[in-house]
């Protein structure tokens, strides 16, 4: 077998998941084929011998095209007309697997890809990519040129959205302020049982990079272990509004140091990520609550 031959064969091996990813992300099955085509392109241009999980890499690299294609779509301010919505599979596509077909349309409806096509592109990406397909958020961080914390956030604004939540309703953001501050005070005030009851009991706390080096461990996990981490500290944290969403910060001086953001699930707090990294914290959009630290 040659090797353009070897290239295609393995290339084929993935083509159906190659495609169901992409038209998940566009909601077309013209575009699809279209991004499928340029992943292609890419695959038999680049050296990948060394490549240890090739359906990885592919499913990286149709994202990128993908992420490509929905940032011209929104840069040129495309309106979808009524002929012209994202279009559920009804009907089974020369060359394709008609069973795979079959559950790509019971799972892809049409009112499910006018809900996906309401996100922002690193939005869609990030919620298709780990809910739909369970890739980490440690491998989509880079693909949006964002941190595995803020590719979390963004595909957690994104469900709450898909599940019908608007992630910016006053009564959600209220809650989630009562629940911030009520932490920060726990914390301030080594209130361990409070602290323990505004926990999920699986909570993990993520550091990046620049966190991490400032003093504590990467990750930390379950309630007891968390609660013990932040009692009697956190006194310098101030509440902020992180990209509209209640956090904290730790801002010397009224500059941010390390970003505290909070994903919050049923009442209770479900992941904690500190942010460090300077240009990470100079990509997100910080509102102090109660005026700018001294």
């Avoid at 349309?105 to 009112?111: N, S």
């Amino acid at each position: 077998m040659t090797d353009s031959h070897w290239l295609a064969a393995r290339f084929e091996e993935n083509r159906s998941h190659l495609r169901a990813v992409a038209y998940r992300m566009l909601g077309s099955t013209g575009e699809a084929d279209d991004a499928v085509q340029e992943a292609w392109i890419r695959f038999s241009r680049t050296e990948t011998s060394d490549v240890d999980n090739l359906g990885g890499w592919l499913t990286t690299v149709i994202s990128r095209v993908c992420l490509d294609m929905l940032r011209s779509r929104t840069s040129r301010r495309e309106e979808r007309m009524n002929d012209d919505r994202p279009e559920p599979i009804t009907s089974q596509a020369e060359g394709h697997d008609p069973e795979h077909e079959a559950i790509l349309a019971d799972a892809v409806g049409a009112a499910m890809l006018v809900v996906l096509d309401t996100l922002s592109p690193a939005e869609r990406l990030a919620f298709v990519l780990h809910d739909t397909f369970g890739v980490p958020f440690d491998e989509i961080g880079p693909i949006v040129d964002r941190s595995p914390a803020a590719a979390r956030q963004l595909a957690s604004r994104a469900r709450r959205r898909v599940q019908g939540v608007e992630p910016d309703t006053r009564a959600d953001r209220d809650r989630q302020r009562e629940i911030v501050a009520a932490f920060l005070d726990a914390a301030r005030n080594a209130k361990f049982e409070a602290l323990l009851a505004l926990l999920d009991p699986d909570v993990t706390v993520r550091a990046d990079r620049a966190a991490a080096a400032m003093g504590g461990d990467w990750e930390v996990r379950g309630a007891t272990a968390v609660a013990k981490t932040f009692s009697g500290r956190a006194r310098a944290a101030r509440p902020v509004l992180i990209d509209g969403m209640p956090g904290a910060v730790w801002a010397p001086g009224g500059k941010p140091r390390v970003v505290i953001a909070f994903t919050i699930e049923d009442g209770r707090i479900a992941v904690i990520d500190l942010i460090a990294d300077p240009d990470e914290l100079a990509s997100i959009d910080l509102e102090f609550l109660g005026g700018m630290p001294r």
